[in-house]
Nanobody, 125 residues
């Protein structure tokens, strides 16, 4: 079992930055593919970014490519999402997810076995 707790969300003006963190429990964190997803009001959950267990491979949604960076620190059992040049359309609840089922940075929510409760990100114009 893996428990995930997100933090770092908040209110920021357009063009600003935030860094989300996701702290994981469990001894096998370093073996999991980790991902970030988001869900805006009235919309489906969408993929944001994912990273393999080693950090050697990443995957990003086109909508955030070049603005967001995913990284992980296995010693701290934490995955991060650095978000720069934020836009109002980035407003959403951001969820951290862990997959023990795949070895690649999947963009499909079906690949992920464990989910955090989410952290709200609001970008004002």
């Amino acid at each position: 079992q893996v428990q995930l707790v997100e933090s770092g969300g908040g209110l920021v003006q357009a063009g600003g930055s935030l860094r989300l963190s996701c702290a994981a429990s469990g001894r096998t964190f370093s073996t999991y593919v980790m991902g970030w997803f988001r869900q805006a009001p009235g919309k489906e959950r969408e993929f944001v970014a994912a990273i393999t267990w080693s950090g050697g491979s990443t995957n990003y949604a086109d909508s955030i490519k070049g603005r967001f960076t995913i990284s992980r620190d296995n010693a701290k059992k934490t995955v991060y999402l650095q978000m720069n040049t934020l836009k109002p359309e980035d407003t959403a609840i951001y969820y951290c997810a862990a997959s023990g089922s795949v070895s690649y940075p999947s963009g499909s929510y079906r690949s992920y076995d464990f989910w955090g409760q989410g952290t709200q990100v609001t970008v004002s114009s």
